[in-house]
């Protein structure tokens, strides 16, 4: 890509950064959107998050994937291109690479572009012959992958991340990862459960407080490049289980009435005002699978892991 449309696209990123705020913080009760968590020291929240005891989701799906892996090289022969979206840290692709040795291009997808370079460097010393090529983007939108690459290729989603969006707009994510992957496309998805309250709401409020920190940080993430005041000890993580709805929820609370400033605008919030900052919808495989129908997939395997506590499942193009 040159220069100017590097920088273009930064100016539309950061455009769309500060609108998507502004939508936010105008709405009741007050929101942001989450895919902000994730600038760089956010990732590192995220992967501390990931080694507590609390957080099963991530060491469930990790215990699962190298013998789904194992099954991939008997379903997937045709030596396709991986394309993972929100990739992060790069943890979970090297178990499905050891196993399919004829990918030749993996293209992980993340919005936090300097934390994805650095996770990228080691993964081509790690498989030789492979081409690593990150893009920063906003992986729910639709996107154009270089040309050098397959028209087969294999999404990879993995995590429990397709829970953080309602229902309708897993739908469109699940469109728009169609439409990025073209018509051959298979995708591996990581998706959480319904399963016990206790055992969700503690996965949402470790002991050591780092999903505290990591709520807050969406703050100074928004300061940075929105221009705003946020005082992020002001405010409080508050994460609980809304079974009705069938998701975590995670809050921000204001500890008192205060101001904020975002660019031009003023934001009052009053004591005990939450921003929502992220939920976390859970599904039944029955659940989940009416979803990616409504999306133009349909299902080719599955996975359940012990005790039922989170699922993968292979899905095809159905379109």
């Known amino acids: 890509m040159q220069q100017g449309a590097k920088c273009l696209?930064?100016?539309?990123?950061?455009?769309?950064?500060l609108k998507d705020v502004v939508n936010g913080l105008s709405q009741t009760p007050k929101s942001l959107p989450s895919k902000y968590f994730y600038?760089?020291?956010?990732?590192?929240?995220?992967?501390?998050?990931?080694?507590?005891?609390?957080?099963?989701p991530y060491r469930t799906e990790l215990a699962m994937l190298p013998e789904i892996a194992k099954d991939l090289a008997h379903i997937v022969k045709d030596g396709r291109?991986?394309?993972?979206f929100g990739a992060g840290s790069l943890v979970k692709i090297r178990l499905l690479l050891q196993h399919?040795?004829?990918?030749?291009?993996?293209?992980?997808?993340?919005?936090?572009?300097?934390?994805?370079?650095?996770?990228?460097?080691?993964?081509?010393?790690?498989?030789?012959?492979?081409?690593?090529?990150?893009?920063?983007?906003?992986?729910?939108?639709?996107?154009?992958?270089?040309?050098?690459?397959?028209?087969?290729?294999?999404?990879f989603f993995p995590g429990s991340t397709i829970g953080n969006f309602p229902p309708e707009q897993a739908i469109d994510f699940l469109?728009?990862?169609?439409?990025?992957?073209g018509s051959a496309a298979t995708?591996?998805?990581?998706?959480?459960?319904?399963?016990?309250?206790?055992?969700?709401?503690?996965?949402?409020?470790?002991?050591?407080?780092?999903?505290?920190?990591?709520?807050?940080?969406?703050?100074?993430?928004?300061?940075?490049?929105?221009?705003?005041?946020?005082?992020?000890?002001?405010?409080?993580h508050y994460a609980f289980y809304n079974p009705i709805a069938g998701r975590v929820e995670m809050h921000l609370?204001?500890?008192?009435?205060?101001?904020?400033?975002?660019?031009?605008?003023?934001f009052t919030?009053?004591?005990?005002?939450?921003?929502?900052?992220?939920?976390?919808?859970?599904?039944?495989?029955?659940?989940f699978l009416s979803l990616a129908a409504q999306a133009g997939w349909r299902k080719l395997r599955q996975w359940i892991g012990e005790e039922q506590m989170f699922a993968v499942y292979l899905l095809q193009n159905s379109e």
């Open 187 to 236: 995708l591996l998805i990581g998706v959480d459960t319904k399963k016990s309250p206790q055992i969700l709401h503690q996965a949402y409020n470790d002991v050591s407080g780092v999903t505290m920190r990591f709520n807050r940080n969406i703050l100074h993430h928004v300061n940075r490049h929105c221009g705003s005041d946020f005082n992020p000890e002001l405010f409080d």
């Open 100 to 155: 399919l040795p004829n990918t030749r291009h993996y293209l992980p997808i993340d919005i936090a572009g300097d934390h994805l370079r650095t996770a990228s460097q080691p993964l081509r010393q790690e498989f030789e012959g492979l081409s690593v090529l990150p893009i920063e983007a906003d992986f729910t939108r639709q996107i154009e992958l270089p040309e050098q690459t397959s028209s087969k290729r294999l999404g």
């Open 39 to 56: 600038d760089t020291q956010g990732s590192r929240y995220f992967d501390e998050i990931c080694q507590l005891k609390e957080y099963y």
């Open 253 to 266: 609370i204001s500890q008192v009435a205060q101001s904020v400033s975002v660019d031009e605008y003023t």
């Open 81 to 84: 291109d991986i394309v993972e």
């Open 175 to 181: 469109k728009s990862a169609r439409l990025t992957l």
């Open 9 to 17: 696209q930064d100016k539309n990123s950061e455009d769309n950064f």
């Open 269 to 287: 919030f009053a004591r005990n005002e939450s921003i929502h900052t992220e939920n976390s919808h859970k599904y039944s495989p029955e659940e």
